[in-house]
């Protein structure tokens, strides 16, 4: 089938319905996904959401209508893989062996490049001729094949993996583009609104108890950075036995059971919170975890009513890096709120939650 009029595009949250109606006949009919219930189109926006918010997802479209789609995913979650991605690609079953796919990866590895990432990964279940040809054509090479991994349609089935690198080669990795602003607006068919599910990233982040004693140890920690770089009156980090107050929900992101990065979401009034105790322990800076955990703690603002969202951090240049990950989480430059001073050691930055409402609107009112 001609390529002629084919449209690659990322994709948006609309593209759910089409893009599961594709997958399902793969999940139910064949063993080339090891999923054995199809997702619906809501499993389906989640996927689409945190592929876009880290990696990339792009859609093929004829005359409008979606034929195929590719993404990519994390290859492991451990920090030292953080550059390497594993890769996927569906088209409509009428539209295998036509170029789709190879259009479809050419599009993803693009950005993927673009966002710093530099070997990706394809796991291809076996006997499978037409999927191992794409991959070879793309100039993906043999790994191994893993023998009976996985039973299926009443059999066991092998799986061959095939990598190739992107972007340069040889030299050390570049920093990779950090996420979107994956608890924030994402665009939904041409307009902007906000996510109604939480986004799932490599680094789950859930409720922790401040008390514990790892806890403890982390808050510790950013006490102790907080105090040695503002001045003594003007450290306005909580502390721990802040912490339990009924306005604060604490937040925590565990990697293999070790606690990496914490925050806090603390109520200053019904219509307007704080973020607290952002802080990730230091060799896991850098991979994502701390961008976790605040994009967690906006998606909980959000969905508990909150119109505004605000937070305080130093101006000196040892937060510099703080000031960056609220900038690109879409927090903006505010005046100083609840009771605190205005100082030239404190930066006031704010992020609006409120549908319909400008920052201006919320800052100011």
Same mark, same amino acid.
């Given at each position: 089938?001609?390529?002629?009029?084919?449209?690659?595009?990322?994709?948006?949250?609309?593209?759910?319905?089409?893009?599961?109606?594709?997958?399902?006949?793969?999940?139910?009919?064949?063993?080339?996904?090891f999923?054995?219930?199809?997702?619906?189109?809501?499993?389906?926006?989640?996927?689409?959401?945190?592929?876009?918010?880290?990696?990339?997802?792009?859609?093929?479209?004829?005359?409008?209508?979606?034929?195929?789609?590719?993404?990519?995913?994390?290859?492991? %979650?451990?920090?030292?893989?953080?550059?390497?991605?594993?890769?996927?690609?569906?088209?409509?079953?009428?539209?295998?062996?036509?170029?789709?796919?190879?259009?479809?990866?050419?599009?993803?590895?693009?950005?993927?490049?673009?966002?710093?990432?530099?070997?990706?990964?394809?796991?291809?279940?076996?006997?499978n001729?037409? %999927?191992?040809?794409?991959?070879?054509?793309?100039?993906?090479?043999?790994i191994?094949?893993?023998?009976?991994?996985?039973?299926?349609?009443?059999?066991?089935?092998?799986?061959?993996?095939?990598?190739?690198?992107?972007?340069?080669?040889?030299?050390?990795?570049v920093?990779?583009?950090?996420?979107?602003?994956?608890?924030?607006?994402?665009?939904?068919?041409?307009?902007?609104?906000?996510?109604?599910?939480?986004?799932?990233?490599?680094?789950?982040?859930?409720?922790?108890?401040?008390?514990?004693?790892?806890?403890?140890?982390?808050?510790?920690?950013?006490?102790?950075?907080?105090?040695?770089?503002?001045?003594?009156?003007?450290?306005?980090?909580?502390?721990?036995?802040?912490?339990?107050?009924?306005?604060?929900?604490?937040?925590?992101?565990?990697?293999?059971?070790?606690?990496?990065?914490?925050?806090?979401?603390?109520?200053?009034?019904?219509?307007?919170?704080?973020?607290?105790?952002?802080?990730?322990?230091?060799?896991?800076?850098?991979?994502?975890?701390?961008?976790?955990?605040?994009?967690?703690?906006?998606?909980?603002?959000?969905?508990?009513?909150?119109?505004?969202?605000?937070?305080?951090?130093?101006?000196?240049?040892?937060?510099?890096?703080?000031?960056?990950?609220?900038?690109?989480?879409?927090?903006?430059?505010?005046?100083?709120?609840a009771?605190?001073?205005?100082?030239?050691? %404190?930066?006031?930055?704010?992020m609006?939650l409120?549908?319909?409402?400008?920052?201006?609107?919320?800052?100011?009112?």
């Amino acid at each position: 089938m001609a390529l002629a009029g084919l449209l690659v595009r990322d994709a948006t949250l609309d593209d759910a319905m089409a893009c599961a109606s594709i997958y399902s006949p793969y999940v139910t009919g064949t063993p080339v996904t090891f999923e054995v219930d199809p997702p619906g189109p809501g499993a389906v926006a989640e996927r689409i959401a945190a592929a876009l918010a880290s990696h990339a997802w792009v859609v093929a479209c004829d005359g409008g209508r979606v034929v195929g789609y590719a993404y990519a995913v994390p290859y492991r %979650s451990r920090a030292a893989y953080r550059w390497s991605c594993e890769v996927s690609v569906y088209a409509e079953m009428g539209r295998r062996r036509t170029g789709v796919g190879r259009a479809l990866y050419q599009a993803l590895f693009e950005r993927l490049e673009a966002r710093g990432y530099r070997m990706v990964v394809a796991g291809m279940t076996l006997p499978n001729e037409a %999927s191992m040809g794409l991959h070879r054509a793309m100039g993906f090479e043999p790994i191994g094949t893993f023998r009976r991994i996985g039973w299926k349609l009443g059999a066991w089935h092998d799986v061959a993996y095939a990598q190739r690198p992107i972007g340069l080669e040889g030299g050390g990795p570049v920093d990779i583009a950090g996420p979107i602003d994956i608890a924030g607006p994402i665009d939904i068919g041409g307009t902007s609104r906000p996510l109604s599910f939480p986004i799932p990233t490599p680094f789950p982040v859930a409720v922790e108890d401040p008390q514990a004693d790892d806890v403890r140890q982390l808050v510790s920690q950013h006490l102790s950075f907080c105090r040695q770089a503002s001045p003594p009156e003007e450290c306005h980090a909580l502390e721990a036995g802040d912490l339990v107050d009924p306005a604060v929900t604490f937040f925590g992101c565990r990697m293999g059971g070790k606690l990496v990065a914490v925050g806090a979401l603390k109520a200053i009034s019904a219509e307007h919170a704080e973020v607290k105790s952002m802080h990730t322990e230091r060799f896991s800076r850098r991979t994502g975890a701390g961008s976790a955990v605040l994009a967690h703690i906006i998606f909980v603002a959000r969905r508990r009513g909150f119109q505004r969202l605000s937070l305080e951090t130093g101006s000196m240049e040892a937060f510099a890096p703080a000031r960056a990950l609220y900038k690109k989480a879409g927090f903006v430059p505010c005046g100083p709120f609840a009771g605190y001073p205005d100082s030239p050691n %404190s930066t006031y930055m704010t992020m609006v939650l409120a549908s319909g409402r400008s920052q201006a609107e919320v800052t100011e009112g």
